[in-house]
């Protein structure tokens, strides 16, 4: 019997399991419960000043080690070099505009020699914080970036002799970038992994890759391109009610039909997955560990300047403050005076209104850089779970379920990572790979 599977959701782990089964040449049906694909990644219309403007739901930092997903893009045909700019390792942030860190790593030099000098010689910090790092990063090159047991990130750089300066200006920004999640509580162990993938392979792999497209034109559109030029089905606004045994397999089914499935991939959010199985008893043990799943927002707020606005740097940082990443999305977008400023898990600015959010936003950017005025408009965009809360030895699901041919995609079951675009495109393409290889 041919296989036909039903992927549910149309987020990155969807469409990347849909699109690695599709280039085998097999049978794939995406229900998407929402009007467009992308999940997380995508973007959105807004009116402001009688115009409309796409905007992503949330400003996203790539990186170089990040390998599936460009061999993904360029499956699909998505060329690096018009989707991205890709900044060689470089970080400058700012303490309240007073104080700075900067490191550049010398790009003319190999890997790790290239990391070494770039902390040696970095600004912000003593001499011995720079020797601190250095040693740091040195222990964790051989310990090959592996702990014995995992602990809270705070409690794990202070053993290591990093001090609170080293801390504020150089791994909170980090790990709040990484895995969305507070430093102390925060894993250690998937923020090594991270940073394994960044400092322990090529040196290109600590670049930045910054979006020049919006990610709705990144990801979602050109990857349902690819997918219906195969002869995938991918269908729009149809939100999965249940999900049944029958003879040949599965019955998916929507509100208003039913469909046939030899295999599934189950590649929604953890927050969905509850009612998606409750016909499957075997699966009860799954919606008791993903119920208990606690989560982080991410909140994007974007202000309109001057077209004639621009940073010093496509990508700037920030730390003492609310702000805490600040993308010039003139210079990568071409969407001229437009600044996203990045505002990663829990903290004080979810008490504030909109309006305030925005305001407090505005004025610590003029506070660093006085010739941005009063912005033109702004818009706050919310994303109150934006991802799963990586904590310490937090229980993952696998791809595998106890019912044959059923699986679960998500950057949740990527034990590696935390929840990434990385790790949600690997998660999809390790779950076809049960299918395409049983």
Sequence with gaps: MPKHVVVIGGGVAGLAAATTLTEQGISVTLLEAASQLGGRTRSVAIEANSQVHQLDNGQHILLGGYTETLKLLAKIGIQENDAFMRVPLKLDIRLKSQTSFKLIAPSYLPAPLNQLIGFLFCQGLQWHERVAIIKFMLRLKKSHYQIAEDERLSDFLLKNQQSSNVITLLWEPLCLAALNTPMSIASSRIFLNVLCDTFNRKKTDSDFLLPKLDLSQLFAQPI????NAHNAKVLYNKRVKSITLNANGYTVATKEEAFEASHVIVATSPVRLSNLISDLPKLSFVAKQTDKYEYQPIY???????????LPAPMLGFTGGLSQWVFDRGTLCKQHGLMAVMISAEGKHQKLTHDALALKVAQELRDAFPQLQKPLWYKVIAEKRATFTCKVNLPRLAHMTPYPNLFIAGDYT????PATIEGAIRSGINA???????
């Design 224 to 227: 349902a391109h690819y997918l």
């Design 300 to 310: 994007t707020i974007y202000l309109q300047y001057k077209h004639s606005a621009t």
């Design 414 to 417: 990527y034990a590696d990572y």
């Design 432 to 438: 076809s790979n049960y299918i395409i290889n049983p």
